[in-house]
């Protein structure tokens, strides 16, 4: 297997060390001062909202950098070419974000836009995936319940058929934006079925009737994830995502996907927290070499999580079932980076437990990453059934 870029794609990894080197590093001090709503990537609903003066001009830095990035070619590497984008291999994403992972500024290259959206059809196109594209609308993503916690398979939501509709009745927990997206990507079974049979996701407008944004959820992370609640919401079958019944296969994909970013995040937020503990290490050399295996120990880990972040991706580039690496990325790279930040806490002291010190929101931003997208419980579940699928009994590691 070959992990290697093509030439197209080494060409844009290295604009985007450029374009991170002359316009993201310079804005470092800028943003160590920005407020709580630019913590994390997913920053762009929220922020927009507010009429906050400060937010506004840190906007402003972002609008500027996204004309930048529009200019050199840089924006929507990941969307299809049929939609305008670049149709980037996920192995070329994951090399562009650890380049934009050397910088703490929170500026991601193009709109969010989920991976299953692109299962849209028909109008479904012009009305939800478009507009996520262009930025002008985003969504949310409805899947975790108060009594299913990190298990899909025992959602309780409910979609009965009811002639052109599906009438669908349940609580989702936790969802991102909820309050501010467009709309919800919100996943509902069927009457009778169990398991992962007659799970279908649906694309609801948030300001639908049935529809209920119940609390905001503040948490360390800086995130307001909401509980949301359908109450008869009736939505037109023309807004089904796929297929009926097949909302399982989408779910999995949308986290397989996301996983590969996940890892490859952490590792740039670890690296960036493992520079800064060797800088304090620096000024003192009784420290230093106190500290300095522990130091190489890290590094050796980061490059075992690099290495395995991109051999999943280039998995899923071949067409490949790629869910035990990607499982493996998101429980080693998340619990890594959490034992990286509370080492690094260690070693700068109490100064550190400052809100506004860069290593208290790197705690912020990797304590939650255990749980969110799949627990670490559930990641060690489903790589200990992947190893028996394959026929490895755990004695015989």
Known sequence: MDFRLSPEEETLRRQVEQFVREELIPLEPVFEGAPDIFEGSRWKSRAKLSRDPEVQRYIAVMEG???????????????PKAYGGREVSNVAMIAVTEELEKASVPFELGNHVSNILYACK?????????????????????????????????????????????????????????????????????????????????????????????RSIGTIAGSEPCELVFDNCRVPKNQVLGEVGKGWELNQAWLGARRFQVGIRCHGTAQRVLRRV????????????????????????????????????????????????????????????????????????????????????????????????????????????????????????
Request: aromatic fraction near 10%; glycine fraction near 10%.
């Open 278 to 397: 060797g800088a304090l290490l620096r000024l003192d050399p009784r420290e230093h070499e106190k500290f300095s295996a522990s130091l190489g120990h890290f590094r050796g880990e980061m490059e075992a999580l690099r290495s395995i972040t991109y051999h999943g991706s280039w998995k899923a580039d071949q067409g490949m079932d790629a869910r035990f690496e990607a499982a493996c990325v998101k429980l080693f790279g998340t619990e890594l980076l959490h034992r990286v930040v509370d080492f690094a806490l260690e070693v700068a002291g109490p100064g550190a437990l400052r809100k506004e010190h860069a290593i208290a929101r790197a705690f912020r931003y990797a304590r939650p990453r255990r749980i969110v997208e799949g627990a670490s419980e559930i990641q060690r579940h489903m790589i200990q059934r992947a190893l028996f699928r394959e026929g490895i009994a755990c004695m015989e590691l």
């Open 122 to 214: 028909g109008e479904q196109v012009e009305r939800f995936l478009l507009p996520c594209i262009r930025g002008e609308k985003t969504a949310c993503f409805g899947l975790t319940e108060p009594g299913a916690g990190s298990d899909p398979s025992m959602m309780a939501a409910t979609a009965a058929p009811d002639g052109d509709y599906f009438a669908i009745n349940g609580t989702k927990m936790f969802p991102t934006f909820g309050d501010v997206a467009g709309f919800v990507q919100v996943f509902a079974r069927l009457p009778g079925t169990k398991g992962r049979e007659g799970v279908t996701c649906f694309l609801v407008d948030t300001g639908h009737p049935g529809y209920r944004v119940v």
């Open 65 to 79: 950098l996204k004309r930048k990035a529009e200019a050199g070619d840089l924006w929507h590497l990941d969307v």
